[in-house]
């Protein structure tokens, strides 16, 4: 089973790459599953059902969220029905929505589970260990691909050490930087600490860096903008996994630039 996962997909130049890049890697890497994760695909913040539906379109068999989940204000009227969407599992007062779904890819039961991080984020939310120990009593062996969104590169490696062996993957995302650090542990789960963005290239985390510069350094009210026209890239990991152990035998980066 050959699983692409891509990261944060920032505003619309982010969406445009995917669009244009996922069928192509789909096709040269002969990917079975795609997840993708959608937090900042609407303006950078949160992911409306437009947009939703644009990144399933694109190819994108499950997208994730982050600390963003909320950022679009239609979320809750299109999520109860939005099958590929996987919103954080340890959320403390929403009930719409999954946070660990289950798919079915050529007889192969492949669960993703979206969790987010404690160290550095404002969020409050429900400890991910107790959580994902409480998510593992209830679910059957499976291909478990999990996407940790937490500012913390240790936080990450931890859970993910925590859970060695348990689950198939434990692939970060949030700070919108690739760490060179994929690996397989002992027990065979995968682990990268961020597997980077989707988005602009050049400018701060996929933001324009003056608005980003006015904001953090001068105080400027109003939100990050996105360069629609900046040079693209995309950045994920691609995986493979045994389908009977059920734990990662391959992983490498992925971190492309994507021509129009
Ligand atoms: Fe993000
Ligand atoms: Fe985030």
Redesign the pocket.
């Known amino acids: 089973m050959r699983i692409l996962f891509l990261g944060?997909v920032v505003g619309k130049v982010g969406r445009i790459a995917v669009h244009l890049c996922l069928p192509r890697l789909v096709n040269k890497y002969h990917v079975d599953f795609v997840i993708v994760n959608g937090?900042n695909a609407t303006h950078g913040r949160g992911l409306n059902e437009s947009h939703y539906r644009y990144l399933v379109n694109a190819g994108a068999d499950c997208i994730t969220l982050?600390?963003?989940w909320n950022g679009s204000k239609d979320l809750t009227d299109y999520i109860d029905g939005a099958d590929e969407l996987v919103r954080p599992l340890n959320l403390i007062k929403y009930s719409h929505g999954q946070g660990s779904v289950s798919f079915d890819v050529n007889g192969i039961e492949v669960r993703v589970t979206n969790m987010l991080g404690q160290a550095f984020m404002n969020e409050v939310v429900r400890q991910p260990y107790e959580c994902m120990n409480e998510l593992l009593k209830d679910c059957s062996p499976c291909i478990h691909i999990v996407d940790f969104?937490a500012d913390s590169t240790s936080e990450k490696a931890i859970f993910a050490y925590c859970f060695d062996g348990r689950v198939s993957a434990v692939l970060g995302t949030?700070t919108h930087v690739q760490t060179n650090d994929a690996r397989i542990l002992e027990g065979g789960t995968g682990l990268v600490t961020d597997v980077g963005m989707c988005g602009a290239r050049d400018g701060i985390i996929g933001y324009e860096k003056n608005s980003v510069i006015n904001k953090m350094v001068f105080g400027e009210k109003g939100q990050f903008a996105i360069n629609d026209n900046a040079p693209m890239m995309v950045n994920g990991a691609l995986m493979d996994f045994d389908e009977e152990s059920y734990m990662c035998t391959h992983i490498e980066l992925v971190n492309i630039g994507v021509e129009e």
């Open positions: 944060d937090e982050g600390n963003h969104h949030h």
